[in-house]
């Protein structure tokens, strides 16, 4: 499989009727671009009713669409769309927690004997679980909330407005076993199932990676096998390495790297290739092909499983002011992180794409779109696409979008210059299809013999990395400042 993701939020891409937010037909408007750049599946975060307090994963009807961004005919157009110009589209099954707005919680809450009583993780004491950490640091100080209907409180392992769902009751697994079935049955291709880690909470286990949340992955392993074979899994788990190999075992196809993300902008902020050669051991022989990738997503870049050390390293360098903090990680897109520096940008993005695994890459980066800090939550880096210079950019007619625009130059501006960020991503990806080993073989660690340089071979291809500003000879090759090269040599 070689697979270039793209993830599109769709209020952010494109706007087709005028009222400021960007849509489902918008989004199939730019398939075109899409399929120009080179991508082959999209990501499209949830597009279903919810009060919106999550970006759209607070969720309250799995089956409904927000009509905001059109109706299930769109979404069936845009699947149609996708599969009739041979790409892929994949979307996000939230398991985790719904919005408190969801029906169920409604009955939950109303009828603790009903049907729906036992739902959702109920209790009386907002001290259980004291080893579960709290992760939306910024809103929440626990993992309970009261709720004055049923006299109980509720547990939540995010914003006290998405009670986590209880997993111990096998009618919540049929739920969202229904879920995955109607979806897949729509001709979803892949389902990102997002915070897996956290389905069940046991007493002095804490709430993550337990054995019971294995269990129910492979229920759904087991569903893609006898009813959607080609479909595939996975998994959202911001989890340290040794645990997020586990998913792997427990059926998911694939894996989003954590684990490699932040390291290789610690390499960055230290001219230093060894913390990529570590975690690349560290992670051990995993099937090709089995990452995911990425540089930067919809959330901020987390720094929750790093070390405290290699976490004030992060601060300091990518951190300018306390409002691009975002829980314990930092809110900020590609290229501001990068200091507007171009050269670090592409040496990241030839990374994202050599590397073993399938690459992601976030919209708006491969322009180098800048974010907006002041912008609460994430939002800062969930602003409109540049598609045109001039008001509205191309993205809507409204007078006012719902977000503001970040600065940036435009994909029209960047398409017509052929030296552009843009088009040396597009040249990157089509690289990668050209050297097929990209894709399949294995990776293979190369002593570079200079600390600033990573340096692996991939079956018939040497891959090679400078991290640092200076211009470093190696011999055959010279590599200058953040350069990078990927030199055909004997496999
Ligand atoms: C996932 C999503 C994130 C969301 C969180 C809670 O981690 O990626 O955007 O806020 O779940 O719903």
């Known amino acids: ?58 969720i309250a009807d799995y089956y ?3 009509p905001a961004y059109g109706t299930m005919e769109d979404v069936e157009q845009l699947i149609a769309e996708l599969h009739s110009r041979g790409m892929k589209i994949m979307t996000d099954l939230a398991l985790n927690h719904t919005s408190v707005d969801h029906p169920w919680f409604q009955a939950s809450r109303q009828d603790p004997q009903g049907p729906y009583g036992d739902f959702y993780v109920w209790g009386d004491d907002p001290q259980r679980y004291p080893e579960i950490r709290v992760i939306f640091t910024d809103t929440e100080d626990s993992n309970w909330a ?11 392992r995010f914003y006290s407005h998405q009670p986590d769902l209880n997993y111990d009751n096998p009618a919540v697994q049929e739920e969202i076993l229904s879920v995955v079935r109607f979806w897949l049955s729509k001709g979803v291709d892949v389902l990102r199932l997002d915070a897996v880690p956290y389905l069940f909470e046991r007493d002095g286990q804490g709430g993550e990676s337990l054995p019971e949340t294995f269990a129910f992955i492979r229920r759904i392993r087991a569903l893609v096998d006898a009813e959607f074979p080609g479909a595939k899994l996975l998994a959202e788990a911001n989890q340290p390495a040794d645990k997020t190999t586990k998913y792997f075992d427990a059926g998911m196809h694939m894996c989003f790297n954590f684990p490699l993300m932040p390291k290789l902008y610690e390499a960055l902020a230290t001219s230093s290739a060894t913390p990529v050669y570590e975690v690349m051991d560290e992670l051990g022989d995993i099937p090709v092909g089995a990452w995911a990738n990425f540089l930067r997503n919809h959330d901020e870049l987390t720094l ?36 507007g520096d171009r050269r670090k940008v592409e040496l990241l993005f030839a990374l994202l794409l050599a590397l073993p695994g399938q690459p992601f890459i976030y919209y708006g980066d491969e322009i180098g779109m800048e974010d907006l800090p ?10 409109p696409m540049l598609w045109e210079d001039g008001p509205g950019h191309g993205f809507s007619d409204a007078p006012s979008p719902h977000l503001p625009f970040a600065s940036g130059h435009s994909v029209a501006a960047q398409q017509e210059d052929p030296t552009s960020l843009l088009n040396t991503v597009r040249g990157l990806i089509t690289q990668r299809r050209q050297h ?56």
């Open 374 to 383: 002041e912008l609460p939550d994430r939002y800062a880096v969930r602003t």
């Open 64 to 66: 409904a669409i927000n």
């Open 436 to 491: 097929p080993d990209l894709a399949t073989a294995s990776y293979e660690a190369v002593e570079a013999g200079v600390d600033e340089v990573l340096a692996f071979q991939r079956g018939g291809l040497l891959c090679l990395f400078n991290f640092s500003e200076e211009t470093i000879d190696l011999g055959p090759v010279e590599l200058g400042p953040f350069g990078y090269a990927w030199v055909p040599v004997e496999s």
């Open 304 to 339: 929750e499983m790093v070390t405290p050390a290699e976490r004030q390293l992060m601060y300091e360098t990518y951190l300018p002011d306390q409002q691009s903090k975002a829980h314990t990680g930092i809110a900020r897109r590609l290229m501001p992180l990068m200091g």
């Open 146 to 156: 009261f709720d004055e209907t049923r006299g109980q409180y509720y547990f939540h």
């Open 1 to 58: 499989m070689n697979t270039i993701f793209y993830q599109a939020l769709i209020h952010a891409f494109k706007d087709s009727n005028g009222d400021g937010v960007g849509d489902i037909p918008g989004l199939i408007s730019k398939l075109d671009y899409l399929q120009w750049l080179g991508v082959d599946c999209v990501w499209v975060p949830p597009f279903y009713a919810s009060p919106m307090r999550d970006d759209g994963y607070d």
